[in-house]
């Protein structure tokens, strides 16, 4: 059985920084795309990073572009996220997501998806 599950969420001020971490088990990590989207309150779920299975190529979306970077670990079957310069616009649910493509994870079709982790941004 997959499990994906995410940690490192909390309540930061404006221009703060959070790292959060996936721990992947189940499945050949090593083998998978891995990413992260996110979900705000009242709006639909959104592709935050993904890289692919060696770590070689990282897409992110234009919001986050230059104050977030997504990373892994395949020795240890995790991926990170770290955010900084945060905004009261990133605050959401952030969920881990696993697909063999970084296409699907970007498009929202993965594989694998985790329970998530809130992170608050106050202004």
């Known amino acids: 059985q997959v499990q994906l599950v995410e940690s490192g969420g909390g309540l930061v001020q404006a221009g703060g920084s959070l790292r959060l971490s996936c721990a992947a088990s189940?499945?050949?990590?090593?083998?998978?795309?891995m990413g992260w989207i996110r979900q705000a309150p009242g709006k639909e779920r959104e592709f935050v990073a993904a890289?692919?299975?060696?770590?070689?190529?990282?897409f992110y979306a234009d919001s986050v572009k230059g104050r977030f970077t997504i990373s892994r670990d395949n020795t240890k079957n995790m991926v990170y996220l770290q955010m900084d310069g945060l905004k009261p616009e990133d605050t959401a649910i952030y969920f881990c997501?696993?697909?063999?493509?970084?296409?699907?994870?970007?498009?929202?079709?993965?594989?694998?998806r985790g329970q998530g982790t809130q992170v608050t941004v106050s202004s």
């Open positions: 890289l692919s299975w060696r770590g070689g190529n990282k």
């Open positions: 997501a696993a697909d063999p493509t970084t296409h699907r994870i970007e498009e929202g079709t993965y594989d694998y």
């Open positions: 189940g499945l050949a990590f090593s083998n998978y795309a």
